[in-house]
């Protein structure tokens, strides 16, 4: 069983949906929660972050963290287009070397 | 891709030839890692460095070898190249003391094992 779980997709949704992306993961030891986009044929970009449980928003987008249920959810409200991409999910137990990252939903924001 | 650049972009190889792909940053940051993505699998730790010759072993670190002998470089070699090496190869950075969750990505090597 992966540590970090994630539903590839691909996901279609109109333009203006609100989107809701997730991640289930095992390790009880993770701390830090992590999303990153990653536009075709580019590097991955930190997208938001968590740290421990609770809710964090920044414009359209809010991450949430159920450290219980060890759930991650991504929220994209008013979706654009340009929203289009893979999101990636990660998480760390805070040290450099283990940042464990799901394998990505590809998403689609038809116009 | 903030000041990581990658090289090769793309290459093809025969199995059984060494392959040798560079990361160079200008950030002076600490930490370097190398990834690889394959579908289905999302990114997964190769090695990584922190620090001018300090290195480990990440997740996936058979077949693979790195070295870092300057702060801006680190570079990994595939001693003997087998088609399950085809995949897409990321370099990223990071500072100490920053969090572990900042990471940054370089644009991506896509290497092809014939």
């Known amino acids: 069983q992966k540590e970090v779980e994630q539903d590839p997709g691909p996901l279609s949704v109109p333009e203006g949906a609100i989107v809701s992306l997730n991640c289930t993961y095992s390790n009880s030891a993770f701390q830090y929660f992590m999303w990153y986009r990653q536009y075709s044929r580019k590097g991955p970009e930190l997208l938001m972050y968590t740290y421990s449980s609770g809710n964090k928003e920044d414009g359209r987008f809010t991450a949430q963290v159920d450290k219980s249920s060890k759930y991650i959810s991504l929220f994209i409200r008013d979706s654009q287009p340009s929203d289009s991409a893979t999101y990636l999910c990660?998480?760390?137990?805070?040290?450099?070397?283990?940042?464990?990252f799901g394998s990505g939903t590809r998403l689609s924001i038809r116009p | 891709d903030a000041g990581i650049t990658q090289s090769p972009r793309h290459k093809v190889t025969e199995t059984g030839t060494p392959v040798t792909l560079r990361c160079h940053q200008t950030e002076n940051h600490r930490y370097m890692y190398w990834y690889r993505q394959d579908p289905g699998h999302g990114l997964r730790l190769i090695h990584y460095s922190y620090g001018v010759k300090d290195t480990d072993k990440g997740e996936v670190s058979d077949g693979y070898s790195v070295s870092r002998s300057k702060t801006e470089d680190f570079l990994l070699t595939l001693e003997s190249a087998t088609s399950s090496q085809t995949s897409v190869y990321f370099c990223a950075i990071s500072e100490a003391g920053q969090g572990t969750y900042e990471q940054y990505f370089g644009p991506g090597t896509r290497l092809t094992v014939t």
């Open positions: 990660a998480m760390s137990n805070s040290s450099a070397s283990k940042i464990i």
